[in-house]
């Protein structure tokens, strides 16, 4: 075989194959190569129970964004969102953890509010709703302390 | 009862030699691989004859597998009434273990017997000694391209093996089967993530290195007979079958 013609059936391959590699690793694994997209602000929970790094951030049910790490400060869960630039949010934002269904995955729910000021990367939503335990609520009644 | 003892010790004494010279013959292998001139020719004609070569047979049975496991997946899950699942369910078991275990051992019966083949034909007929009186190294000559292919060209093919697994799978499971498109696709993409990505693209590494080593290895010590390339070429490929699955069950326990 020609040599040319070798490297141009190798080069076609090798495209191919790294094609494949980066949607699996880009649109499938999530993996952010470009930041810059997105700005971080943070919400402190009772309990991120369910809540992983990637899960999705949802206004109105339309995703904004994701999830980027939850870490624990004194008892409470500290959770990073990484919102698309394009989304504003204010002071007055509410962010509640949301269940998919009743045994589908968790999600983290904004309602971005209006009045106050911008939300400034590095900011800290103040009202949050941690998720419905549905076993605390189950157990409640069971011991009779619903009235 | 000696005569026992002595046999077996005779053994392990013969296949711990076997495993060093197998070490040996791979840490020369790459060192010969940093010394210059860089073979680029070589590697080019490898990558085509193990990637490219081998596209049509793993893309075959990547698609089959997809559909397959569609298939049966949907029936389990509908009892839970949980079709919805089934995307997720394709998706990981494609990216995590039957991507890399099948397009690998695919690689290994295509171009792992013809590699051994081949090194073989060439020790028997004192080609390889012939390439030592010219002064061009055997070792750097013909082992280390066929090692670089093997490492760049397998996880590319198990890149498209999942890729058109995943499709495969679509393909039953929303065409045939009826599960909606969207819960398909977005059960795929919830699913997934980097870490089940990554020990996919590790473990196709893995077993790029083991099907290049094992299969050189066996190829450039064959005896000099029709009979020793003959069971050299068996012996490599059950050697790398085998190597494939266990090294993908100590991976797998591994990453998890």
């Given at each position: 075989m020609e040599k040319t013609k070798l490297e141009m059936v190798v080069g076609v391959f090798v495209l191919i194959g790294m094609v494949c590699l980066v949607y699996l690793s880009i649109k499938l694994g999530k993996l952010e190569i470009i930041g810059g997209a997105v700005y971080e602000v943070e919400a402190q929970f009772n309990s991120a129970s369910g809540l992983k790094p990637g899960s999705a951030?949802?206004?109105?049910?339309?995703?904004?964004?994701r999830v980027?790490?939850?870490?624990?400060?004194?008892?409470?869960?500290k959770v990073k969102l990484a919102v698309n630039n394009t989304v504003k949010l204010y002071t007055d934002t509410f962010a509640s953890i949301k269940t998919r269904g009743i045994i589908g995955e968790k999600f983290l729910a904004l309602s971005p509010g209006g009045g106050g000021d911008p939300l400034k990367p590095g900011d800290t939503i103040r009202d949050t709703e941690s998720g419905l335990d549905l076993e605390e609520l189950v157990s409640q009644y069971v011991h009779g302390k619903v009235k | 009862m000696t005569n026992v003892i002595e046999r077996l010790g005779a053994w392990a004494v013969t296949r711990v030699g076997e495993m060093g010279r197998m070490?040996?013959?791979?840490?020369?292998?790459?060192?010969?691989?940093?010394?210059?001139p860089l073979r680029f020719h070589q590697i080019m004609k490898q990558i085509h004859f193990i990637g490219y070569r081998s596209t049509f047979v793993v893309v075959l049975t990547a698609g089959f597998t997809g559909m397959v496991l569609a298939l049966q997946g949907y029936y389990s899950l509908r009892k839970f009434g949980s079709?919805?699942?089934?995307?997720?369910?394709?998706?990981?078991?494609?990216?995590?273990?039957l991507g890399p275990v099948l397009a690998a051992?695919?690689?290994?019966a295509r171009a792992g017997s013809a590699m051994t083949a081949e090194i073989g034909?060439?020790?028997?007929?004192?080609?390889?000694?012939?390439?030592?009186?010219?002064?061009?190294?055997?070792?750097?000559?013909?082992?280390?391209?066929k090692l670089v292919a093997a490492l760049i060209g397998v996880p590319l093919l198990v890149a498209i093996f999942d890729v058109v697994g995943i499709y495969g799978g679509s393909l039953v499971g929303v065409d045939l089967l009826g599960v909606s498109e969207g819960a398909y696709w977005n059960s795929v993409q919830s699913a997934v993530e980097w870490k089940d990505v990554y020990g996919g693209i590790l473990k196709s590494v893995s077993f790029g290195l083991i099907i290049s080593w094992v299969c050189c290895y066996k190829g450039f010590y064959t005896r000099q007979s029709a009979e020793g390339l003959g069971s050299a070429t068996t012996e490599a490929v059950v050697l790398s079958s085998v190597l494939i699955l266990v090294g993908d069950y100590i991976l797998t326990s591994l990453l998890l």
């Amino acid at each position: 075989m020609e040599k040319t013609k070798l490297e141009m059936v190798v080069g076609v391959f090798v495209l191919i194959g790294m094609v494949c590699l980066v949607y699996l690793s880009i649109k499938l694994g999530k993996l952010e190569i470009i930041g810059g997209a997105v700005y971080e602000v943070e919400a402190q929970f009772n309990s991120a129970s369910g809540l992983k790094p990637g899960s999705a951030i949802e206004i109105a049910g339309v995703e904004v964004g994701r999830v980027r790490g939850i870490t624990l400060i004194e008892d409470r869960a500290k959770v990073k969102l990484a919102v698309n630039n394009t989304v504003k949010l204010y002071t007055d934002t509410f962010a509640s953890i949301k269940t998919r269904g009743i045994i589908g995955e968790k999600f983290l729910a904004l309602s971005p509010g209006g009045g106050g000021d911008p939300l400034k990367p590095g900011d800290t939503i103040r009202d949050t709703e941690s998720g419905l335990d549905l076993e605390e609520l189950v157990s409640q009644y069971v011991h009779g302390k619903v009235k | 009862m000696t005569n026992v003892i002595e046999r077996l010790g005779a053994w392990a004494v013969t296949r711990v030699g076997e495993m060093g010279r197998m070490l040996l013959f791979l840490l020369s292998a790459f060192a010969w691989l940093a010394r210059p001139p860089l073979r680029f020719h070589q590697i080019m004609k490898q990558i085509h004859f193990i990637g490219y070569r081998s596209t049509f047979v793993v893309v075959l049975t990547a698609g089959f597998t997809g559909m397959v496991l569609a298939l049966q997946g949907y029936y389990s899950l509908r009892k839970f009434g949980s079709e919805g699942l089934l995307g997720s369910a394709v998706a990981l078991s494609m990216i995590r273990e039957l991507g890399p275990v099948l397009a690998a051992l695919m690689v290994t019966a295509r171009a792992g017997s013809a590699m051994t083949a081949e090194i073989g034909i060439m020790r028997i007929t004192e080609q390889i000694d012939a390439l030592d009186t010219m002064a061009i190294n055997p070792m750097q000559y013909l082992i280390a391209p066929k090692l670089v292919a093997a490492l760049i060209g397998v996880p590319l093919l198990v890149a498209i093996f999942d890729v058109v697994g995943i499709y495969g799978g679509s393909l039953v499971g929303v065409d045939l089967l009826g599960v909606s498109e969207g819960a398909y696709w977005n059960s795929v993409q919830s699913a997934v993530e980097w870490k089940d990505v990554y020990g996919g693209i590790l473990k196709s590494v893995s077993f790029g290195l083991i099907i290049s080593w094992v299969c050189c290895y066996k190829g450039f010590y064959t005896r000099q007979s029709a009979e020793g390339l003959g069971s050299a070429t068996t012996e490599a490929v059950v050697l790398s079958s085998v190597l494939i699955l266990v090294g993908d069950y100590i991976l797998t326990s591994l990453l998890l």
